[in-house]
């Protein structure tokens, strides 16, 4: 592959990254929220009946801080 579609390549993998980052981003947000909003901490992510994937999510550990 010559440069020039090497370049290309990237410049469009890139951009796909960065959309897909931001829609995460945006995904976890709004499933953090519903989460709160029931108390669950650990949600089923199903396809076709099956569980692909479970969704967790952590309390940030408490640390002291003394000043």
Avoid: C, H, N
């Avoid at 592959?1 to 993998?13: G, H, T, Y």
């Avoid at 989460?35 to 550990?61: C, F, H, N, Q």
């Amino acid at each position: 592959m010559d440069i020039k579609k090497l370049s290309l390549e990237l410049a469009a993998i890139s951009l796909i990254a960065d959309a897909a980052k931001k829609r995460k981003d945006e995904l976890r947000a709004q499933l953090q929220g519903e989460m709160d909003g029931t108390g669950a901490d650990r949600v089923k992510a199903k396809l076709d009946g099956e569980t692909i994937a479970y969704v967790t999510t952590s309390k940030p550990k408490f640390k002291w801080f003394i000043s």
